[in-house]
């Protein structure tokens, strides 16, 4: 079975900090490892994508997330916050050997401070 | 127009009553899922199908049930509604590198 784990489900950060989202993991294979942002009144969008490739992973808006297998995480940092990023984020890994099963974290919310 | 749609976005309805959530995407994609989001929860998966003749349970299927009518076209029913059943309800799609495409979503709201 596989599960994620989302640090703080409040996070909040003067605009122009380092944003850090944390994550972990737990996976019986190697994983597919998600993050995607969910604005007001929105659908989920994705951010960016661990798909085996480089443990360095970059996606839109500025973040990027490191994949680290000895400490099962896959953390969403972004180096400075705007007030636009200011959004629920969802951590998720899949098992595509077990038909694509998404399983997400139970999100954060990112409050970003003028 | 959105890859995946969801109808209706809101809804108010009373306890007991059916309901359904339709759903309709254009990606193509044979694979098909209904989440329902609640605070701290995350996104929980209610049923998949992988095609029109594969239905599947998820981790909280209890109280719902759903039809794959058409490749495109995945709706979602609650027989009985119940206000514990009041939550935001997602719709998605897959694509091959395991990425998921969500709806809008539809809130629903159960008094």
């Known amino acids: 079975a596989q599960s994620v784990t989302q640090l703080g489900s409040h996070v909040s950060v003067s605009e122009g900090a380092l944003v850090l989202l944390r994550c972990n993991y737990s996976?019986?294979?190697?994983?597919?490892l998600f993050w995607y942002v969910q604005y007001p009144n929105q659908g989920l969008q994705l951010l960016l994508k661990y798909t085996s490739a480089a443990t360095l992973v970059k996606g839109i808006n500025g973040f990027e997330a490191e994949f680290k297998k000895s400490e099962t995480s896959f953390h969403l940092t972004k180096p400075s916050a705007h007030m636009s990023d200011a959004a629920e984020y969802f951590c998720?890994?899949?098992?595509?050997?077990?038909?694509?099963?998404?399983?997400f974290g139970g999100g954060t919310r990112l409050m970003v401070k003028p | 127009d959105a890859d995946v749609t969801q109808t209706p976005r809101n809804r108010i309805t009373k306890t007991g009553k059916r309901i359904m959530l339709e759903c309709s995407q254009t990606?193509?994609?044979?694979?098909m899922y209904w989440y329902r989001q609640d605070p701290g929860l995350g996104l929980r998966l209610i049923y998949y199908?992988?095609?029109?003749?594969?239905?599947n349970k998820g981790e909280i299927s209890d109280g719902y049930s759903v039809s794959r009518q058409a490749q495109a076209k995945f709706s979602l029913s609650l027989e009985s509604a119940i206000p514990n059943q009041t939550a935001l309800y997602f719709c998605a799609t897959i694509g091959d590198t395991g990425e998921l495409f969500f709806g809008e979503g539809s809130r629903l709201t159960v008094l």
């Open positions: 199908s992988f095609d029109v003749k594969d239905i």
């Open positions: 990606k193509g994609h044979d694979r």
């Open positions: 996976s019986s294979v190697p994983p597919y």
């Open positions: 998720a890994v899949s098992d595509l050997g077990a038909g694509n099963m998404l399983t």
